[in-house]
C-alpha cells in the first residue's frame, strides 16, 4: 500500500477528505509500524507499513485514498529493558494515544502482556514475551471530523447560577421506562426528552458526566465476575468510550455523543466531563503493553527515579502519568482543547488532581499544567474543576489550587455530614462552609465559586443510604468489606437498612431535605449525585465502582416518598434560583452596605433567643441550632449586565439538636414581616404571616426558611 510523508502534526490520525494523515510520538523507537486492520472475529488481517519520516521523535505518513472506519494500530520496534525504563515490543498492536474512536475491549490474554504469567520477576528483566496480541486487544479507528452542529451555542451559565448533577452515562437512563431499551444505558439514552425532560424539570444547569473517555476492563475485576463500572481507568483520551454507544463503535459513538451534547445544549445544560489524566489503564510494571507503555514508556509515565523498572504512583491505580515531559503535557492540552472545540462541551473535573500538580515531588501550583491551562485562550474558559487531592504525601490540597479552578469542597462535605449528626464543636465551621468557605479561597482572591459544595458523590454512599446505613456493606464487590470508605459521618436514625418503622422512615426522608435544603441554600456551585433526589439506595454499599447492574443504576420506578422527595428538591433549586442571596457573586461582608438599599449588614448570625451570636456562643460544644440572616437588600455587586440584583431578605433556622427548639424572631429592623417558605419536618407552620418578636418551633433534626419581601416605594 502506497504511503506518503505526510506531517508531523497533528498528532493521531487526520481524514482530511482524500486520505489520512498518521503522526505519533516516540523518543524511544527505532522504527515504528503503521497497522491497517481488516477482517472480523478471528479472521482479522493486519497490513504493516513503515512510518517513512520522523521529526523531532514524530514518527508519520500518509496514507491516500483511505477512509473513516479503518481500524489501526502501531508496532514499536526499540530497546526491551525494563531496568533502563523501556518497555518496546512490535509483538503488541498498539492504540494510538490520539485515537478519536476504538473498538472493542482488551481481553483477559496473556498475549496483551510482555511478559509470561508466573514469572514473578520477568516484569523487571529483560526476558519477553513475543506472543502477538492482535485479535486479543481494542483497535483504534480513523473518524469522520464532520458533523452538523447546526446553531449548538454553549449555554456558558455564570458558575453563580449553575447546579451541577453528577450522573453516569448508563446508570442514569438503563432502567428509565420512557427510554427505548435498545438505548438505555448511552449517549443516545442521555440525549431522549424523557432524560432531558427530568434534568429540566428539576432545575439542575450542568450535568458532570463521570469517565466517559474509553477505558479498560480490570482483569481482577472480570475474574470475579464484576466490571469497572465507574470509568477511571483510561486508555483512549480523545475517543469517547465505545460501551456506551447504541449506535457502533467504528466511529459511531462520536456522532452519538456530539448528538447527546447538542440535545443538552438546546436544553440550556451544560456539559462537564469527569476526566482522568493521571493515570492510564496500563497499571504498573505487572501490567498490560496497550499503549503508552509500549510507544514511550520512559517519556510518559514517571517511574521510580532509582529504580526504573517501577512506577512511582500517586492515584493508587499502578501508575502516574509524567507530567513534565512536553508530550506528556501536549497530549493533555490537545485533548482538553479538542473536547471543548470539535466535541462543545462546557468543563472538565480532574479528578486525583493533585498528581497533575506534581512535575517532581511535591504539589506545585507553578507547575506547568497549570501554566499552560492558565494562558491557553480555549481550556482557560471553560469551567475547571479539580478534585484537589490524590494518594500522595502532602496530597489534600483543598483550599490550595490557583485562582482559575474551583474545587471540589471535601470539607463541605465532611462538615455539613457532622453537624447534622449531631457531632459537638461543628457549628462554626458549618456556618463557614454555609456561606461559601472564605476561610479557605478569600486569601487566594477567589469568589464563593470557587467551592463545588457537595454532600454525595458517585464515591461513598447515597443519600438514602447516608441516613440509613451506620456501616457499609460491600460484600457484593468481593474484597471482604475492606473497600469503600469507613464509618459513615451520619445519623441513621439508630436502625440500620430497610425497615417498615413509619418513624424511623420519616426522620430519614427528613435528614434528606436537610442535606439538600443545606446544600442548595449554601453560598457557592452546589452538586447532587444522581438519584439522590429519587431517593437512590445502593442497600448500603458505599463502593459501587465495580457494580454495574441495579446496585448502582437509578430505580425509575418511583414510590410515593420518592416523588415527594423529588418535588422538595426541585422546590429548593427554584427557592435558590429565585433569590440572588442564595447565590452571590462575592462572600458576605458582615458590615452594612451603603451601596445597597439597607443599612444592615449583608448576613448577621442569631442564637435561638434571638441574640447576635458572639464568641463563646460560637464555641460551645453543645451548640447544635443557629439562625442566619441574610439581607437580600445588601448585595454590593451587579450582575454581569450591570444590574444589582437585589431581592427579599430571608431567615434560616438550623436545629440539628434531637430535641425541639423554639427560635425568637429578630427586631423589626431584620424585617417587618416573615412568611415561611421551608420546614423540613413537613409540618405546617401555625401563622401565615409571622412578626418580629415571635416564637417559631423548629423541630428536632430540621430546617426552617422564612421570607421576607423586599420594601419597595412602590
Not at 428 to 438: D, L
Request: glycine share 10%; charged share 25%.
Amino acid at each position: 500500500m502506497e504511503i506518503w510523508p505526510g506531517q508531523a502534526y497533528p498528532l493521531g490520525a487526520t481524514y482530511d477528505g482524500t486520505g489520512v494523515n498518521f503522526a505519533v510520538f516516540s523518543e524511544v523507537a527505532d522504527r515504528i509500524e503503521l497497522c491497517l486492520i481488516d477482517g472480523e472475529g478471528e479472521n482479522l488481517t493486519e497490513t504493516r507499513i513503515d512510518l517513512p519520516e520522523v521529526d523531532a521523535f514524530v514518527w508519520h505518513g500518509y496514507v491516500p485514498y483511505l477512509q473513516p472506519g479503518q481500524r489501526y494500530g502501531f508496532r514499536v520496534h526499540g530497546p526491551y529493558d525494563p531496568a533502563r525504563g523501556h518497555r518496546c515490543n512490535p509483538a503488541k498492536l498498539l492504540l494510538d494515544p490520539y485515537a478519536k474512536a476504538i473498538e472493542g475491549q482488551a481481553e483477559q490474554s496473556q498475549a496483551l502482556f510482555s511478559y509470561t504469567f508466573g514469572d514473578p520477576d520477568a516484569a523487571s528483566t529483560t526476558r519477553i514475551n513475543t506472543e502477538d496480541s492482535l485479535g486479543h486487544t481494542m483497535l483504534s479507528v480513523v473518524t469522520n471530523p464532520f458533523f452538523d452542529w447546526a446553531n449548538d451555542r454553549p449555554p456558558r451559565h455564570e458558575y453563580h447560577e449553575t447546579v451541577i448533577y453528577e450522573a453516569h452515562v448508563k446508570g442514569l437512563t438503563r432502567l428509565h421506562p420512557e427510554i427505548p431499551e435498545g438505548i438505555r444505558g448511552t449517549y443516545a439514552g442521555v440525549a431522549h426528552p424523557a432524560t432531558i425532560a427530568h434534568l429540566k424539570g428539576l432545575g439542575v444547569t450542568a450535568i458532570e458526566l463521570m469517565p466517559v473517555h474509553q477505558f479498560v476492563q480490570d482483569s481482577h475485576l472480570l475474574d470475579r465476575g464484576l466490571s469497572n463500572y465507574w470509568g477511571y481507568n483510561t486508555i483512549g483520551f480523545l475517543a469517547p468510550h465505545n460501551g456506551y454507544a447504541a449506535g457502533g463503535q467504528r466511529g459511531q459513538q462520536v456522532l452519538e455523543f456530539k448528538g447527546m451534547v447538542k440535545a443538552l445544549h438546546e436544553a440550556d445544560i451544560e456539559v462537564i466531563l469527569d476526566v482522568v489524566y493521571n493515570h492510564t489503564a496500563e497499571g504498573n510494571h505487572l501490567g498490560p503493553t496497550l499503549a503508552f507503555r509500549g510507544l514511550d514508556n520512559n517519556s510518559y509515565y514517571r517511574l521510580v527515579s532509582d529504580d526504573l523498572a517501577h512506577y512511582y504512583d500517586t492515584t493508587g491505580t499502578g501508575n502516574s502519568l509524567l507530567m513534565r515531559h512536553p508530550h506528556v503535557l501536549q497530549l493533555i492540552m490537545d485533548s482538553l482543547r479538542y473536547w471543548v472545540i470539535e466535541m462543545h462541551v462546557d468543563g472538565f473535573r480532574f479528578d486525583l488532581a493533585a498528581t497533575l500538580a506534581r512535575q517532581f515531588h511535591e504539589v506545585d501550583k507553578l507547575s506547568a499544567f497549570f501554566d499552560l491551562i492558565q494562558q491557553d485562550p480555549v481550556v482557560s474558559q471553560v469551567k475547571l474543576i479539580a478534585e484537589p487531592w490524590d494518594v500522595g504525601e502532602g496530597g489534600y490540597q483543598v483550599g490550595g489550587f490557583p485562582p482559575l479552578w474551583t474545587e471540589w469542597n471535601g470539607k463541605y462535605r465532611d462538615t455539613v455530614r457532622d453537624y447534622w449528626r449531631g457531632a459537638g464543636g461543628a457549628l462554626a465551621e458549618f456556618a463557614s462552609r454555609f456561606t461559601g468557605s472564605s476561610d479557605l479561597y478569600e486569601h487566594t482572591g477567589r469568589k464563593p465559586i470557587a467551592s463545588v459544595n457537595f454532600v454525595t458523590s458517585h464515591d461513598g454512599f447515597t443519600l438514602r443510604d447516608l441516613v440509613s446505613y451506620n456501616e457499609k456493606h460491600n460484600d457484593a464487590n468481593g474484597e471482604g468489606g475492606v473497600d469503600g470508605e469507613g464509618h459513615n459521618r451520619s445519623w441513621n436514625c439508630g436502625v440500620e437498612g430497610p425497615t417498615t418503622d413509619p418513624g424511623v422512615l420519616e426522620l430519614r426522608a427528613r435528614q434528606q431535605r436537610n442535606f439538600l435544603a443545606t446544600l442548595l441554600l449554601s453560598q457557592g456551585v452546589p452538586m447532587i449525585s444522581h438519584g439522590d433526589e429519587l431517593s437512590r439506595t445502593q442497600l448500603g454499599n458505599n463502593n459501587g465502582y465495580c457494580q454495574d447492574n441495579e446496585i448502582t443504576w437509578v430505580d425509575w420506578d418511583l414510590q410515593e416518598d420518592d416523588q415527594e422527595l423529588l418535588g422538595f428538591t426541585q422546590s429548593i433549586i427554584r427557592l435558590r434560583k429565585e433569590n440572588p442571596v442564595f447565590r452571590r457573586r462575592r462572600f458576605f461582608a458582615g458590615s452594612p452596605d451603603h451601596g445597597g438599599e439597607s443599612d444592615l449588614g449583608d448576613i448577621a448570625w442569631f442564637t435561638p433567643s434571638g441574640d447576635n451570636m458572639d464568641e463563646p456562643a460560637w464555641r460551645d460544644p453543645s451548640a447544635r441550632s443557629v439562625m442566619v440572616f441574610l439581607n437580600g437588600s445588601a448585595i454590593p455587586e451587579p450582575d454581569p449586565r450591570g444590574e444589582r440584583t437585589l431581592g427579599d431578605s430571608f431567615l434560616v433556622m438550623f436545629n440539628a439538636h434531637h430535641e425541639p427548639i423554639s427560635f425568637t424572631l429578630p427586631d423589626e429592623e431584620y424585617g417587618r414581616l416573615w412568611i415561611p417558605e421551608v420546614d423540613t419536618a413537613a409540618r405546617e407552620i401555625d401563622a401565615e404571616e409571622l412578626e418580629p418578636g415571635w416564637q417559631i418551633q423548629v423541630d428536632a433534626r430540621s430546617i426552617v426558611v422564612l421570607r421576607s419581601p423586599r420594601e419597595t416605594d412602590a
